[in-house]
């Protein structure tokens, strides 16, 4: 699905600002941002905890210069499904939180007039959702003392109020969390364009469209200049001398091409870059790239988990301050501007699903796959074109290792898929937890190893020396898998300002010497192609007897101030890019 773009011919009405809201039929409208999470939005701890169906309003107007034009609705992700009512009339409904859909508007409602726009949005999760969450069921963290009866009584209540907890360690922000804009094309249009780069210059594309009409593509360097040009549905052009797209510290070049189609006008932006995997080594362009920036969150005070592009412009900066040139989009995929800024940035993106949470062997029972395999290609067809993109992650962290075969055929045919539907053909990874590794198929099966690994801290707790041996054992198994490795999440909860000479667990010393004491260990190895620390900054969560106002394993607080262990990767990366160490 085209990213929306107003030209010459195409036009957009942002529809962002404050809207009407309430959180059930009987309550009066309020007023609410959009787009934003609205869970912070408001004091009423209802606003935090709710779960179920919630309720937005607002009105506009289609411009009557609209008229003769395809005019509808861009909504870039609604959390976790919604349904979408035109003057009182069901127009839509949209399964999955993270993904764009539109609603087309004509026959509904006519250029000129005024419009009634209602979007019902429900925040449950459960077996059949991505995320997966539970029903009136367990929590992430915590114990659930099974058979005591007042404790069980406990949760009986709980279920009949309606609760409902995430399986995954992240707050379950919902609403219009991204933009909803009104588009219009002309009515005969361009819907979808394929790029497919290759380091020769010798540029395959595919253009799909609505209706009749002659296509012909220019296609322009950074500077304006036209390099190339084509005609045609499918076919190639030729770039001669191409600059290629690097990840940072090299240029992240990008080209443009200006496709008409009858009376439509998209420009596609792309870049050339080649992703290869070579025995141990991961390619970008032919050279080895390792990986090294920590995993994020979509996560903010405030907006929650609501596109905030200041907020996103901060977070690149601060990944070249730290000298990153990585991140994964854990564990959703997050907004499309992100994508693009950091095709211009060069910041490298492993992109996953919003499959999180399958960590009980039961999930594998539900009938979660055809829903999944949808996700999946609806990620590879909206995010397939930028450069930035060079791993598609199928999901962090499910029980892999006590049904191994059982994993293994839920997870293999998606992988597959992934390779079918990628135009690029990119590596295919699974993120995978803790586990007894021996025992696990479908890890180890993919083209990319993500392992997350927390030594020293979930496990032998505290004790720096022990973790470094058992931790050096597990690498002793990877090393003959002739496999590359990328250390996916490894960290630390540490609380900003607590200081223990010792060091003890959730200091900042801590937080150094545990990565000092792993790091250490990947530099002996070759076949590591990545450390990405949990997490850049810390995030919410639910609440839970191990989190102290939400999980605080970031290198930086939530409102992005350095933690000592900023400053440590920062010498780290600069050196390791060969870079000078930044004083300040
Ligand atoms: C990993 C999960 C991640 C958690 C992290 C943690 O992939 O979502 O936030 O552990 O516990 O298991 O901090």
């Given at each position: ?36 999470s ?39 992700a ?20 993270f ?71 992240f707050?379950?922000y919902?609403?219009?969390n991204r ?117 994020k969150h979509e996560d903010s005070?405030?907006h929650g988990r609501g596109l905030d592009?200041?907020l996103n ?16 989009t854990?564990?959703y995929?997050y907004a499309?501007?992100m ?200 995030f ?45």
């Amino acid at each position: 699905m085209l990213y929306p773009q107003s030209n010459s011919v195409r036009t957009i009405l942002d529809l962002s600002g404050i809207w009407s809201f309430r959180l059930s039929q009987d309550k009066a409208w309020q007023n609410i941002a959009v787009p934003a999470s609205y869970n912070d939005q408001s004091p009423d701890p209802e606003f935090r905890n709710h779960a179920g169906l919630a309720w937005y309003r607002t009105r506009f107007t289609i411009p009557a210069l609209l008229k003769g034009q395809r005019i509808f609705l861009r909504f870039d992700a609604v959390t976790h499904s919604a349904r979408i009512f035109i003057n009182g009339q069901e127009a839509a409904a949209h399964r999955g939180g993270f993904l764009p859909f539109e609603v087309d508007l004509n026959g509904l409602a006519e250029p000129g007039s005024e419009v009634l726009l209602e979007v019902e949005v429900d925040n449950r999760i459960n077996h059949s959702t991505l995320p997966i969450g539970t029903e009136g069921g367990t929590a992430f963290f915590g114990s659930d003392n099974p058979g005591i009866t007042a404790v069980e009584a406990g949760k009986r209540r709980q279920q009949e109020k309606g609760i409902n907890l995430p399986a995954f360690d992240f707050f379950n922000y919902a609403g219009i969390n991204r933009p909803v804009r009104l588009c219009s094309t002309p009515l005969s249009y361009i819907e979808d364009v394929t790029i497919l780069p290759a380091l020769s210059g010798d540029i395959r594309y595919c253009v799909e469209t609505v209706g009749s009409g002659d296509i012909t593509i220019d296609v322009f360097d950074a500077d304006g200049q036209k390099v190339a040009s084509a005609s045609g549905a499918e076919g190639h052009f030729q770039i001669s001398q191409p600059h290629l797209w690097e990840p940072w510290p090299g240029t992240p070049y990008l080209y443009t091409a200006r496709i008409h189609f009858g009376g439509d006008v998209y420009d596609q932006s792309f870049g050339i870059r080649e992703v290869r995997i070579e025995g141990t080594q991961f390619l970008i362009n032919g050279k080895p790239f390792h990986f090294h920036g920590p995993c994020k969150h979509e996560d903010s005070p405030f907006h929650g988990r609501g596109l905030d592009q200041c907020l996103n412009m901060t977070d690149i900066n601060l990944y070249h301050w730290l000298g990153a040139n990585c991140f994964r989009t854990s564990h959703y995929p997050y907004a499309e501007e992100m994508y693009s800024l950091c095709d211009r940035e060069g910041i490298v993106i492993v992109n996953e699903t919003p499959a999180v949470g399958m960590w009980a062997d039961e999930h594998y029972g539900w009938d979660l796959a055809p829903y999944h395999a949808e996700v999946l290609k609806a990620l590879i067809r909206r995010d397939k074109n930028h450069p930035s993109v060079v791993v598609w992650s199928l999901g962090n962290e499910p029980s892999t290792d006590a049904m191994p075969d059982k994993a293994y055929d839920y997870w293999w045919p998606l992988y597959q898929l992934a390779h079918e539907t990628d135009p690029q053909n990119r590596p295919v990874t699974l993120v995978g937890c803790q586990n007894i590794y021996e025992k696990d198929r479908i890890i180890p099966a993919m083209d990319i190893v993500f392992i997350n690994r927390y030594y020293g801290w979930y496990n032998l707790s505290g004790d720096l020396e022990t973790a470094r041996y058992a931790f050096r054992m597990e690498l002793d198994w990877w090393a003959d898998k002739g496999k590359p490795i990328v250390l996916s999440e490894y960290g630390a909860d540490t609380i900003a300002g607590l200081h223990s000479a010792a060091p003890d667990m959730f200091s900042e010393e801590f937080q150094v010497a545990y990565y000092e004491t792993i790091n250490a260990c990947l530099d002996e190895r070759p076949f590591i192609v990545g450390e990405m620390p949990w997490n850049y900054a810390d995030f919410s969560t639910c609440q839970g007897p191990m989190r102290v106002g939400g999980n605080r394993k970031g290198l930086f607080t939530r409102d992005r101030r350095p933690k000592m262990a900023a400053h440590y990767f920062r010498k780290r990366w600069h050196l390791m890019e060969g870079k000078s160490i930044p004083e300040h």
